[in-house]
């Protein structure tokens, strides 16, 4: 399951920085909103094992992938290179993200 929550949350930043590269117009809400979904799904994780983002919060997600498909058409392909490695770097930052899997959950 770690794969695709890692998934989610590259999507989210990339798509972000795409968009902060001036290529996309989702309110920064919604990023801002799903990064605290997947922050949430993750302590769900650590705590009581269980990997889902609540239904409730699909909907953020599914702005973001509209957004990330319509970068996907008319971004050049370097801003999307840069911005994943952006947030690669965000996200080796950011330790709550760094989800390691071969530590045992609790």
């Known amino acids: 399951m770690t794969i695709y929550i890692n998934g989610l949350i590259e999507m ?4 972000y920085f795409v968009q902060d590269a001036g ?3 989702t309110d920064v809400i919604i990023f801002g909103r ?4 997947l922050e949430r799904c ?4 650590e705590t009581e ?10 909907p953020l997600f599914q702005a973001v992938l509209q957004e990330a498909d319509r970068q996907l058409a008319g971004a ?3 801003v999307h290179l840069e911005a994943r490695e952006k947030a690669r770097a965000l996200c080796r930052e950011r330790a ?3 989800v390691d ?6």
């Open 34 to 37: 799903a990064e605290a979904a």
């Open 76 to 78: 050049p392909r370097y």
């Open 12 to 15: 989210v930043y990339v798509t």
């Open 23 to 25: 290529y996309g117009e």
């Open 42 to 45: 993750l302590q769900r994780a």
């Open 96 to 98: 709550q993200f760094a």
């Open 49 to 58: 094992r269980i990997w889902t983002v609540d239904a409730a919060e699909l």
């Open 101 to 106: 899997v071969r530590r045992p959950l609790k």
